[in-house]
């Protein structure tokens, strides 16, 4: 398995990272991402958006997600179904220092595949100095069509001095 940068957005007026014209020539996709919502209470989702189309997302109920997390104390489960976005993974929002980041890994499988639904895993979490979350999610898009674009936004659409959004291609050849 061999992985290729693809692009990187950083960005410092809003949490939203856009990839499009994404090449149609790996096996898989891979963001990573560091962020920090701080529109939002805190904890709130990274958010997915994916599309078949080079500049465009589908912002339809034509996903779903299951999520699983702890935050040291307690755990939870949820899950949605007809939903307009993949909950990814959780970042701190305004209640928690701006200082502190969130990172999650986000695969996107067989991205190119159009003999089924898309599928999405993905890891992440935060600690902030004693608390925080990690957490573990999964999602659908039900569409069969190739993903040639990614929206990658949080919760609130909040600010951050520092979100970085990084995508990479993987091969299994």
Not at 17 to 35: D, E, G, K, M, Y
Request: hydrophobic share 35%; net charge neutral.
């Amino acid at each position: 398995m061999s992985m290729f940068p693809i692009a990187t957005v950083s960005t410092q007026t809003s949490s939203i990272a856009s990839f499009t014209n994404i090449p149609q020539t790996f096996t898989h996709l891979q963001v990573r991402a560091f962020v920090h919502d701080s529109g939002a209470s805190s904890p709130a989702d990274i958010a997915l958006r994916v599309g078949s189309s080079t500049t465009t997302t589908d912002s339809g109920n034509n996903y779903a997600y299951h999520r699983l997390g702890g935050d040291g104390s307690s755990a939870f489960a949820s899950a949605a179904t007809s939903s307009s976005f993949i909950s990814c993974a959780y970042c701190p929002g305004s209640g928690i220092s701006s200082t502190i980041m969130s990172v999650a890994i986000v695969d996107i499988l067989d991205y190119t595949n159009t003999n089924k639904y898309k599928t999405v895993r993905s890891m992440g979490g935060y600690d902030a100095n004693g608390s925080g979350y990690a957490n573990f999610h999964s999602g659908l898009w039900l569409n069969t069509a190739a993903i040639q674009s990614l929206l990658i936004f949080g919760g609130s659409g909040g600010t951050s001095a520092y979100n970085t959004f990084q995508l990479y291609g993987i091969t299994t050849a």
